[in-house]
């Protein structure tokens, strides 16, 4: 490998000593060098950010914000590092993982190994990893929407979140604390997240839990929420299903 090209790497694990292992082991293979690293998924996308790095190892079983999660969120990057995942675990994600060419290490990571998925990672003509192929019904709905406000990745907790209203290719992201932009196929995150949120219009979809009634005028139906004065349109078509859904509420 050429000496002149060096690779960045980030470490996300909430164990030390597995960060300090890894550590060990990429400081010892030519051409690599560790450029940050990150307990949790949270702190990961800030290093991530701010260094900028050409592949990261994530954990994938961390408290808060897993690294399944975040690594979706680094998708909202203009360049995605490549993502190698670590487990100590065969669970059935890692079956996505194969069929979607998302690389992966089983712990305790081996050298030869962790040397293969770096240079494996570097090839001129390699896809960059992209999360959005995994189907995400195996991997579970996310905890959090991120967004990119002026220039920087935001995380909005999904439980603050009253409705997505989507106009045109962008989804806004009504939320406890004002509203967000985010770039998102409404039916994506009807399908991701059926279990909270219910279709109301062919534009929207509201979080059940926030929904504190349902008005009638001439204009027709909306839907009204708890702690805000917003209301949504609710459409002719979606009207028998809301109805039903209040009542069970």
């Known amino acids: 490998m050429n000496n002149d090209l060096i690779m960045k790497v980030v470490i996300v694990d909430d164990e030390k000593l597995a960060r300090e292992r890894l550590n060990r082991m990429i400081t010892s293979i030519e051409g690599f060098e560790v450029a940050g690293e990150a307990i949790n998924g949270s702190q990961a996308l800030t290093v991530i950010e701010k260094i900028k790095p050409d592949i990261v190892l994530m954990d ?16 909202e990057l203009d360049e995605p590092p490549a993502i ?40 001129p003509n390699r896809a960059q990893v992209s999360i959005t192929n995994i189907d995400i019904t195996d991997m579970g709905p996310r905890k959090h929407i991120c967004a990119r406000v002026r220039g920087n990745l935001v995380l909005i907790p999904l439980s603050t979140v009253y409705y997505f209203q989507a106009d045109q290719k962008y989804v806004t992201v009504r939320h ?12 994506n995150l009807e399908i991701e997240f059926a ?20 008005k009638s005028s001439n204009d027709g139906h909306r839907v009204s929420f708890s702690d805000i004065e917003d ?13 039903k859904i209040l009542k069970q509420l």
């Open 60 to 75: 994938i079983r961390m408290p808060g914000i897993d690294g399944i999660e975040a690594a979706r969120h680094l998708d």
């Open 84 to 123: 190698i995942f670590t487990t100590a675990y065969t669970d059935h994600a890692l079956e996505a993982f194969e069929t979607h060419a998302v690389d992966y290490l089983l712990k305790p990571v081996k050298k030869d190994s962790l040397e293969g998925a770096l240079s494996a990672a570097i090839k």
């Open 176 to 187: 406890s604390d004002g509203e967000v932009l985010i770039e998102e196929p409404l039916k």
């Open 195 to 214: 279990n909270d949120f219910c279709r109301i219009h062919r534009n929207a979809l509201v979080r059940l839990s926030k929904i504190s009634g349902l």
């Open 231 to 243: 209301t949504l349109e609710v459409s002719r078509r979606h009207l028998p299903g809301v109805r």
